[in-house]
């Protein structure tokens, strides 16, 4: 470990297709690539030679190119609501906020460890929600909230607008009283919009 | 306006702006100019003046364009209306969509395209000033944007173009070299891995100089390869070191 983390400073700074070695030498490793017998890397960063190992890999320099994948925290606008299902635009993966969107569904099934009876008590369109990717079949992105910091994290009010705010497992708009029912997460309204 | 000057090249074998005719124009390079986008490059090349942006990969819009297996790439080049010595129309003109679809060409070998299957990955480019050449200028600031966006990649590409002026082979030509020139060969090259991914020729070369130009356009890009790698380096060595 020590090894790597000095690495990630010292190594060599490599841009795509530098040559790092062959696979006769080296085991290609975390950003690299093979061809014909020679390793390359493919991303901009610094190269990382474990000579205990033998293992070559490039550490990344440059944050981006995220797509969901299984297991990534993703936040997103609740864009439709069914009986059964929920869509939603996600424009920020694991952090990083995205220049485009995904669309992923949330199934009534996937919202709670218990029954829930109607998507309507789950969001609405607009909301803010975050949850967590459990599959990618069907080229899709579905959905999970089946966790206490997972569901709604901003909820607007169906009636005036104004933000909901979360008081004894109620939604209350503070504005025209108006009360409503959301799977909230446990930091409700505590991040910034 | 531009009169047509008498001879392109003088007595000392010298060009219309004092090059030498294996010298590249002055090139200036910057990476992550555009904080909007998710990778970007500037390039001045000469009088070129090129803003490359990438966004990608995201969800594909229209949907029906996604591919089960591979991210889809779009080019999109545009001169702005300033950019010529007359209003240029701002709709997007024949040659604009042939270069879009070029440029793209010249970039897709270089890409990992399989490792985002269903998504778009777009790059603009959009010439602010145009002097001859643009078209291997806007490669090689669209390869940094690619490589900014952290796109995995096979290679950088690297873009030059070579061509007769005067009976003499040159590199890198300039607009009037080009429009008054009898020909134009750009190349682009992925330099690591040595493969061309770019060839075209403009204007009528016997077998020989064909020959002796395009190579000549391979070393323009091999010069302009390490620009490249600077351009990189100063965006991402000791600026920020990116954390977990
Ligand atoms: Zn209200």
């Known amino acids: 470990m020590s090894l790597q983390s000095s690495g990630r400073k010292s190594g060599r700074f490599v841009l795509p297709g530098e040559r790092l070695g062959v696979i006769e030498e080296f085991i290609p490793d975390a950003g690299t690539y093979v061809r014909d017998g020679v390793i390359h890397s493919r991303v901009v960063g610094r190269a990382l030679l474990d000579l205990l190992n033998k293992r ?27 009986t059964q299902n929920a869509t939603m635009r996600i424009f920020q993966i694991d952090k990083k906020q995205l220049s485009g969107f995904f669309t992923g569904i949330l199934h009534i099934s996937d919202v709670r460890l218990r029954y829930v009876e109607s998507m309507f008590d789950v969001c609405k369109p607009g909301d803010i929600l975050r949850a967590k990717v459990i599959s990618e079949k069907n080229r899709t992105y579905h959905l999970s909230t089946k966790d206490k910091n997972l569901g709604v994290v901003h909820a607007f009010c169906l009636r005036c607008g104004y933000m909901l705010e979360l008081k004894r497992q109620e939604m209350r708009c503070p504005r025209c009283g108006k009360i409503e029912k959301r799977k909230a997460a446990l930091d409700y309204g505590e991040g910034a919009m | 306006m531009s009169r047509k000057p008498e001879k392109l090249i003088d007595k000392k074998g010298l060009r219309l702006d004092g090059r030498k005719p294996d010298e590249l124009r002055p090139i200036k390079i910057e990476v992550g100019v555009l904080p909007n986008t998710d990778g970007s490059a500037y390039i001045q090349q000469g009088k070129n003046k090129i803003l490359a942006g990438v966004y990608g990969p995201r969800e594909l819009h229209p949907k029906h364009l996604a591919l089960p297996d591979r991210t889809v790439l779009r080019c999109r080049y545009r001169m702005a209306p300033f950019s010529v010595q007359e209003r240029k129309s701002p709709a997007p003109s024949r040659r604009d969509i042939e270069l879009s679809k070029v440029i793209r060409e010249a970039l897709e070998p270089s890409v990992f395209l399989e490792y985002y299957p269903r998504t778009g990955i777009d790059i603009h480019i959009e010439v602010l000033q145009a002097d001859g050449g643009t078209r291997c200028a806007s490669i090689t600031a669209a390869s940094l944007a690619l490589a900014d966006a952290g796109i995995p990649m096979q290679d950088l590409v690297t873009a030059c173009a070579a061509g007769k002026v005067d009976n003499t082979i040159v590199l890198d030509l300039m607009d009037t070299e080009d429009k008054e020139g009898g020909a134009d060969v750009p190349v682009a090259l992925m330099p690591n891995l040595n493969a061309i991914t770019l060839l075209q020729m403009d204007g009528i070369l016997s077998l020989e100089e064909f020959e002796k130009a395009a190579n000549l356009a391979l070393e323009g890009c091999r010069k302009i390869y390490p620009m490249q790698k600077e351009a990189l380096k100063a965006k991402y060595v000791s600026v920020k070191e990116v954390e977990e």
């Open chain 1, 56 to 82: 070559v890999s490039v550490y990344p320099l440059v944050h981006g190119a995220k797509v969901p994948k299984n297991g990534s925290v993703v936040l997103g606008q609740v864009s439709n609501v069914q």
